[in-house]
């Protein structure tokens, strides 16, 4: 015989009001104390007190996505400067560049000024040049111009900057010159002290040496600071040329010259337009010495026997 089973559930298992109660218990509940809290705020020490307590949780929870924006942040702004950190570098560089490039031209403007206050001085006799590039040898002291015979330029001619004696063309070519620096070794320039007017020779002592004023006698009028210029006895260099500047003078006992140390005056090593002077800024040629003359006489009247 078969019993019959309820369908009812155990007591144990009794769950109380119905869902639809309990919602329509709760929802008047709310109502309720919405309204209170409105109409009479006595909730609101409670939601102080609930904010309080809660804060640390809600800190805890919002924390994670706080870092997480600010490492963004952080790395956006990182990039951000480091792409004006770049820009700006830049535009110094351009700017640097422009600046450079001004102070350049402001002193080429300046040399150019200068060169052509010298070519109103030697008017119709004084060809402009510019510098090429140095000679090859490192023991000569020589430059090339971009003028040659073309331009009526020869050997012998002097080279002037604006600051004063360059040197002396040596060969010319069809487009261009061979000038040879007064600081070479092999290079002479007479010259005189302005202020005492005592005269001697300028002699080139080769590349990263000082030239020197050879054969002065201890006793001389001369002293450091002197300026020298050219006394136009070679034929060569006009008279009144700005040539160096004395750099030291040494008098020693029993010694038959004092040995003087000079300074150029001239940019040659910087200068970068030069002036050849005419021959007709120059002293008249050299006459021939007796010794030559005589030589000459003698050759003729062989000639004339023979």
């Known amino acids: 015989m078969m019993h019959h089973i309820s369908a ?4 144990f298992f009794h769950r109380g009001p119905s869902p639809a109660a309990r919602l329509a218990f709760f929802g008047l509940l709310s109502l309720a104390l919405m309204f ?16 309080v307590v809660l804060y640390p949780l809600q800190r805890a929870v919002q924390m994670p996505g706080e870092a997480l924006a600010w490492t963004g942040a952080y790395f956006a702004s990182k990039r951000t400067l480091t792409d004006e950190n770049a820009a700006l570098k830049a535009d110094l560089v351009a700017h640097s560049l422009s600046t450079q490039e001004f102070a350049r031209l402001q002193t080429e403007n300046a040399n150019l000024r200068a060169l052509l206050d010298l070519t109103r001085r030697y008017s119709g006799t004084a060809v402009a040049v510019e510098v090429l590039y140095t000679g090859r040898d490192p023991f000569t002291q020589k430059l090339f111009v971009n003028r040659g015979a073309e331009a009526g330029i020869a050997a012998g001619q002097a080279v002037i900057d604006d600051l004063g004696v360059v040197g002396q063309v040596t060969r010319v070519f069809p487009g261009m010159a061979e000038v040879t620096l007064m600081t070479d070794k092999d290079h002479a320039v007479p010259v005189k002290v302005e202020r005492s007017g005592v005269r001697s ?3 080139g002592a080769g590349a990263g040496r000082s030239p020197e004023l050879r054969f002065m006698a201890p006793t001389a009028d001369i002293r450091q600071g002197d300026r020298l210029v050219t006394s136009g006895l070679d034929g060569t260099y006009p008279a009144g040329l700005p040539v160096a500047e004395v750099v030291t003078v040494e008098r020693e006992t029993g010694q038959v010259f004092a040995k003087i140390v000079v300074r150029p005056l001239a940019g040659a090593d910087r200068s970068t337009y030069l002036l050849v002077l005419g021959q007709a800024t120059a002293a008249p040629p050299r006459p021939e ?13 062989r000639g004339r026997r023979g």
């Open 8 to 11: 009812e559930p155990p007591p």
């Open 36 to 51: 209170a809290d409105t109409r009479f705020k006595y909730l609101e020490g409670i939601r102080q007190v609930t904010s």
């Open 201 to 203: 020779v300028v002699f």
């Open 289 to 301: 010495e007796p010794q030559e003359a005589e030589a000459a006489k003698k050759g003729r009247g």
